[in-house]
């Protein structure tokens, strides 16, 4: 059998010099909901093999499919946050195809009358500039069985000699987010996909419709691409490259897709319209089927579902739940906390924004928030492949903590570096600051006759430097307050100590 | 109504997953034709005045609550299923070798 061989690739910007990106995106979200799109089975992600079936989604003879309304409630949701319009009235379709991921031989999606149409999403680029984009169209469907390969080369479908099946994904609904074609983006097209599915991933966890996890297929990425000469308006012919499913992905897959479009049109070839696979490890995406037209899928409306037809009051009540855009979110706190755009943007990609917004409205200032939450948990976090609200969960630190830990600073009891010894404490378990504090023995030294004492000591002993405080030179207190902490064993307060030392040394 | 061609046929084969040899194919376009020819005159049919019609009953929202409701064993779900490995369908593979 033949190995999938690496094409020929020319530069992203010698593409770019001959060539203009033209970019589609379909996304598709599994909502969050108890059960499956057409029936009462669980949806949920892993589970023991083929326990989450029965026979409305195994599509045993005689078993009746019924719409579960919180998918529809969130799908509409979905439209409504991208702008669309809702269709008054809709029916599903049967797609029907051979491949053993749908038991029924079709997969019950949306064909010709989507439930949500005709929106869009402004994106926020890296330089600040704004790209919209437009949204086709969002519709309802369900997801298919999930499918391990045997006897193929690491799981691969490729040089398998049969296939194992587990139908509990099988119907678990899912929302597809088909955007216009995007043109114009140039050298920006990496970018502005992986924003794109960015601001989208943001969007739905805002709206509490699924969890999103790319790493997990809660939410996948196929790119459209391809290219035309400059300056022409004709479409090239494209390939969909399926399953992109991390954002650095995304933006690598655009890039290499470019790439290869390119050398085979620089040489005179034509583009195979086709599905692709794209490969994680490395990083090229290799010819999968032939695309199939929409004819080939024999669509037609679904017997056995009467269509869906929302009121308009039930749409506009669905309105009324949408939450604050993110990005405007984003906005109003940044200006609220005070956070430069580099704070903010790292404290957005450290997905920290409503552990901080809690930690604040806990009592905590804000930059002591993003001190805290930024610093030590962040680094175990990354260390751990985690990310920081979800370890301190796990270890059980929130707001209160924060909060507990800043009011011992402020009201005296600790120093900046005791501080960060007690939080280092209370990541690993040791108990509340105040408890870590105690058990330590960290306590700031408040007797002013010890600090004293110890400044007295440390000006006797180091005359040189007292004499060029003396000076004039108050920057050459801080040898002596150093030494004045040794003296009294990191506890002393800084500040107190210096004020003492340059009073004494007037 | 076009005429059905030798192409379309092999077309209709690829998608059916239906071997056919050259034989088959040459009597299928023929055979086809004429089922197509005889379906056709519904087209014939005085339908200006008729709404196109997907469900015979003008119902819509039939949807029900999200609630979980009990599924089958793997056991049940995999007593009907020819093959079976590791709690999962055994099927044939799936692509034809490159």
Redesign the interface.
Same mark, same amino acid.
């Given at each position: 059998m033949s190995r999938p061989t690496t094409e020929a690739t020319l530069p992203f910007e010698v593409a770019l010099a001959s060539y203009d990106p033209v970019l589609g995106l379909e996304v598709h979200v599994e909502l969050g909901t108890q059960t499956k799109m057409f029936c009462g089975c669980a949806a949920v992600f892993g589970g023991e093999p083929n326990a989450q079936v029965c026979p409305v989604c195994l599509g045993l003879p005689g078993a009746l499919p019924v719409v579960n309304e919180k998918a529809v409630e969130s799908a509409i949701r979905i439209g409504l946050a991208l702008d669309c319009q809702i269709a008054s009235w809709c029916r599903f379709a049967r797609k029907n195809y051979f491949y053993p991921d749908m038991p029924k031989n079709f997969q019950t999606s949306q064909y010709d009358e989507p439930i949500a149409f005709g929106g869009h999403l402004d994106v926020e680029l890296e330089d600040g500039s704004t790209y919209r984009v437009e949204i086709e169209r969002a519709h309802m469907e369900e997801d298919t069985g999930k499918s391990s390969h045997v006897g193929g080369a690491t799981g691969r479908i490729h040089g398998a000699t049969h296939s194992l099946v587990d139908y509990n994904r099988a119907g678990i609904p899912l929302i597809e987010i088909v955007t216009k074609p995007m043109t114009g983006a140039g050298e920006r097209a990496p970018e502005i996909a992986r924003a794109y599915v960015a601001t989208l991933r943001d969007l739905l966890k805002a709206l509490g419709v699924s969890d999103v996890k790319m790493e997990q297929g809660s939410m996948r990425c196929d790119v459209n691409l391809s290219l035309m000469p400059k300056g022409s308006t004709t479409f090239g012919t494209r390939t969909e490259t399926k399953n992109v499913n991390s954002l650095r992905s995304v933006e690598r897959a655009v890039r290499y897709e470019v790439g290869r479009q390119a050398a085979i049109l620089a040489a005179g070839g034509t583009i195979t319209q086709e599905t692709r696979h794209w490969h994680e490890d490395t990083g090229v995406t290799t010819s999968g089927r032939e695309k199939s037209d929409a004819d080939d899928y024999r669509y037609f409306p679904e017997p056995d579902l009467v269509p869906v037809a929302p009121s308009a009051e039930y749409v506009e009540a669905l309105r009324a739940t949408l939450p604050e855009p993110p990005a405007a979110r984003r906005r109003r706190l940044q200006a609220q906390w005070g956070y430069s755009d580099l704070e903010m943007r790292d404290v957005v990609n450290a997905a920290l924004v409503d552990l901080i917004e809690q930690t604040v409205g806990a009592g905590a200032s804000a930059a002591g928030a993003r001190k805290w939450w930024s610093g030590e948990i962040a680094r175990r976090a990354n260390d751990a492949g985690s990310d920081v609200p979800t370890l301190a969960a796990s270890i059980g630190v929130g707001p209160a903590e924060v909060v507990e830990l800043e009011s011992l600073v402020t009201g005296g009891r600790l120093n900046d570096s005791m501080a960060r010894a007690v939080w280092e404490g209370v990541l690993a378990g040791e108990g509340t600051p105040t408890v870590v504090a105690d058990a330590r023995g960290l306590q700031l030294v408040q007797d002013s006759g010890a600090l004293e004492a110890a400044v007295d000591r440390v000006i006797e002993a180091n005359p040189e430097v007292a004499q060029k405080i003396r000076d004039g030179k108050a920057q050459a207190a801080g040898a002596l307050i150093g030494q004045v902490m040794k003296e009294l064993k990191g506890q002393a307060d800084a500040a107190a100590a210096r004020e003492l030392i340059l009073a004494k040394l007037a | 109504m076009a005429e059905l061609t030798r192409a379309d046929v092999a077309h209709l084969a690829a998608?059916?997953?239906i071997e056919l040899s050259d034989h088959e194919l040459e009597t299928m376009v023929g055979e086809l034709g004429i089922i197509l020819e005889s379906v056709a005159t519904v087209q014939n049919a005085p339908i200006a005045d008729v709404e196109p019609m997907?469900?015979p009953?003008p119902?819509?929202?039939? /949807?029900?609550?999200?609630?979980?409701?009990?599924?089958? /064993?793997?056991q049940q779900?995999?007593a009907g299923a020819p093959e079976q490995? $590791? $709690?999962?369908?055994?099927?044939?593979?799936?692509?034809e $070798?490159?």
């Open positions: - | 998608l059916a997953r997907s469900h009953m119902l819509v929202n039939v /949807t029900r609550p999200d609630v979980r409701r009990p599924s089958l /064993t793997a779900a995999l490995d $590791q $709690q999962r369908f055994s099927v044939p593979r799936i692509l $070798q490159d």
